[in-house]
């Protein structure tokens, strides 16, 4: 039997950045692909041109030049950034996915940006992640070609797999290893209690961990550690701020680089047994930087599932969600309010201590 003649259904064109810049079908324009950073920002073919407006990673809009006339949609997103509603001067749209991104046929795709926030290929409706690495296909719900970094690296011993077979709480923009999807939500209420970004998540001992965010002071360092009145809980054994420093700069951390610290930490603004500094107020003296901590019960979400696969000394990639329980034990369903007790202990001022406390 002859062999049927190979059809070219389409051609891809890469920067030296390894992104797919240009995508080209034989009877219809090339379209061009631009990046603001690792995100898909503009895609101009002929005289069309698709631009999308974003904050960090969240989708806000897209508008469509054509010809001189401008089009302008809202995009409504899901924590995944998979777009579910397109609103436009016409009407609301409607689109719905699978847990691993497969559509309907009849539901089509009103924006550039579908799945997870990503271009579907439009000849082959597969998802070219890594800007172009990699096509994950939504329907066999697998990548077509394996991952560089399997299977003794982070892309897992299934070269295959997307999102180690849990898309509903990872994601995988790179093709490569996945992450957890907690990360993106920068303001996610959980028992009225925003979330904040972390990052570099650090474990320096048994049960002592450490991450960095920015505040308004600056670059922020933060010990997510048990403790007490008088002492932080390392493993069985009790250590004081002396010992937390040395923690932390034993895993190569230059404690001494950040603006502020803080610690999640339980009763580590309160007053000792004894009645002398907290630790947090030690802490601030021996660094000589404004130490946030909190009087009472403290509680954050740190993930632990994911922190827990950490041997002492490693740093986990990506970004991380922590919120803060404001007094749990003392919340009141009535007013909805919480008894909140940070205090800011600043070493410029011995004799002044910043509060913050709300009733």
């Known amino acids: 039997m002859l062999a049927k003649p190979k059809t070219l259904l389409a051609r891809y064109q890469y920067d030296a950045l390894d992104r797919l810049t240009v995508h080209g079908q034989p009877d219809r324009l090339a379209s061009q692909r631009f990046y603001c950073e690792s995100r898909l920002a503009t895609e101009i073919q002929g005289n069309v041109r698709h631009s999308i407006t974003q904050h960090g990673d969240q989708l806000l809009a897209q508008q469509k030049q054509d010809s001189g006339r401008l089009e302008s949609t809202l995009l409504a997103t899901d924590l995944q950034r998979s777009v579910l509603i397109t609103l436009s001067a016409i009407n609301p749209r409607a689109s719905a996915y699978s847990p691993y991104g497969h559509r309907p046929g009849k539901d089509g795709l009103y924006s550039l940006s579908g799945f997870n926030g990503q ?56 093709g490569h290893a996945p992450g957890f999807l907690l990360g993106r939500a920068k303001s996610i209420i959980k028992n009225g209690i925003s979330q904040k970004h972390q990052k570099k998540v650090i474990r320096i001992s048994e049960t002592i961990f450490t991450s960095q965010d920015n505040t308004k002071r600056g670059s922020r360092l933060t010990f997510h550690a048990h403790g007490g009145l008088d002492s932080i809980a390392d493993g069985k054994r009790l250590i004081g701020p002396e010992q937390l420093i040395d923690l932390a700069k034993q895993s190569r951390i230059k404690v001494e680089k950040f ?39 403290v509680e954050a979400d740190n993930i632990s599932l994911e922190f827990n696969t950490l041997k002492v000394g490693e740093k986990a990639g990506g970004r991380y969600a922590v919120w803060i329980n404001k007094g749990a034990d003392e919340f009141n369903t009535e007013k909805r309010s919480f008894n909140y007790h940070p205090v800011t202990f600043d070493p410029s001022d011995t004799y002044r201590i910043s509060a913050n406390i709300r009733r």
């Not at 271009?119 to 994950?136: E, I, K, M, Q």
């Open 259 to 297: 603006d502020s610290v803080r610690l999640l930490v339980c009763d580590s603004a309160s007053k000792s047994v004894s009645g002398g500094p907290s630790i947090g107020e030690q802490l601030s003296v021996l660094l000589g930087r404004p130490v946030k901590a909190y009087v009472g019960k």
């Open 119 to 174: 271009r579907s290929d439009p000849v082959t409706g597969d998802y070219l992640l890594g800007n172009g690495y990699r096509a994950f296909n939504p329907e066999l719900m697998r990548f077509n070609s394996p991952d560089s970094l399997s299977p003794f690296g982070k892309g897992g011993l299934n070269a295959y797999a997307y999102c180690l077979g849990d898309p509903i709480n990872r994601e995988d923009s790179t």
